[in-house]
C-alpha cells in the first residue's frame, strides 16, 4: 500500500525536540523522506502495522499530531510536483 505520513510535534520542549527526532528516524525506516516532515511510504500490511505502533510509542497525543494517509497512486503521473524533485520513484529500479 502506498502512504503518505505528515506530523507536526511540538518543540516547545527538549522532550518535544526529541520526539521530532525520533519520530523523523522511525519515518526513515519505513520510507522516503520529500519534506520536512513529509514522508512517502510503500508498505504492505504487517509494515505497516509496524510503522502505527512504533510512531504510537513517539507521539504526545495531546501536544503532536501525526496523520497517515493511504494513497492510490505515487507514481510521477499522478502527484503534481512544483519545485525541486525530490524522492524516488517507487516503480523505477533502485541503484545503490
Keep these: 500500500m502506498n502512504l503518505l505520513v505528515a506530523y ?3 518543540t516547545e520542549t527538549k522532550q ?3 520526539r521530532l527526532r525520533r519520530v ?3 519515518c526513515m525506516g519505513y520510507g522516503q523522506r520529500v519534506q520536512h516532515s513529509v514522508f512517502e ?3 504492505d500490511e504487517l509494515r505497516f502495522v509496524e510503522l502505527v505502533r512504533a510512531l504510537k510509542e513517539i507521539v504526545h497525543p495531546a501536544e503532536d499530531n501525526i496523520r497517515i494517509y493511504r494513497v492510490t497512486d505515487l507514481s510521477r503521473g499522478s502527484v503534481v510536483n ?3 524533485e525530490v524522492g524516488l520513484d517507487f516503480d523505477e529500479p533502485i541503484i545503490l
Excluded: H
Aim: net charge positive; proline share 0%; with cysteine.
Design 41 to 43: 511510504c510503500r508498505l
Design 8 to 10: 507536526d510535534i511540538s
Design 16 to 18: 518535544g525536540e526529541k
Design 24 to 26: 523523523a528516524k522511525v
Design 82 to 84: 512544483l519545485g525541486r
